[in-house]
């Protein structure tokens, strides 16, 4: 099993405190949901190679509607709005940068959220198990398998070998803490909680502007 990167100790206790926004009138504040993303890169830099792809393919999305908001943080305000405008902008629908990167980032950010829910919940059963490639597996064939093509599922077949043991995987998450503390779990459900509605809110935004058609 690869083990997670150990070229910076520092905890991830912060990243997992960004909070992702609660949804204010069913919207999303830009800012903070970016803020929240660049959470989650910090996050799964740590646990090793098999996230490579997955990190970069969410910070090129993050920068992607980075560039767009800063254009109009006004009129950019919330994310939705934000995407639509864009929407507005390009009525032959051939040019929706920041709409398609939110497409892929909210897909990523699915892959994680179900992969670290299997985690929480494995954890309450009072005999986790050490080998999460299962879960790893079962997250992608969810979230990302079906919008992949072959070469790329081939290639996350044979990374998902080296995702990293649970005691590898907390150790990570808790910093230099080595034993799993219950606190962490419970931090871990509400972190998810939020990333969960964020993640809900985007596809049925997606899915009423028939926007999830998008490559």
Known sequence: MQSPSKNDDTPLANEIEILFPEIIDEKIRTIEFLNAARGVVRIVEKLGKVFAPVKYDIQGNIDKLTARYVTDKVKNTMLQDMILLEKDENTTNTKLIAADALLWLTRGLHMILLFFE??????????????????LKKSYKEALEPYHGWMAQQLFDLLSRMVPTRPQFLRAIN????????????????????????VSAIQLFYKTHNLDTLV
């Open 118 to 135: 299997k985690i929480v919940e494995d954890a309450k059963t009072g005999t986790p198990t050490d080998d999460l490639v299962a879960f």
């Open 175 to 198: 910093g230099k803490k080595i034993d799993e503390d219950s606190s962490l779990i419970n931090d871990m459900e509400i972190y998810l909680t939020r990333l969960r509605t964020n």
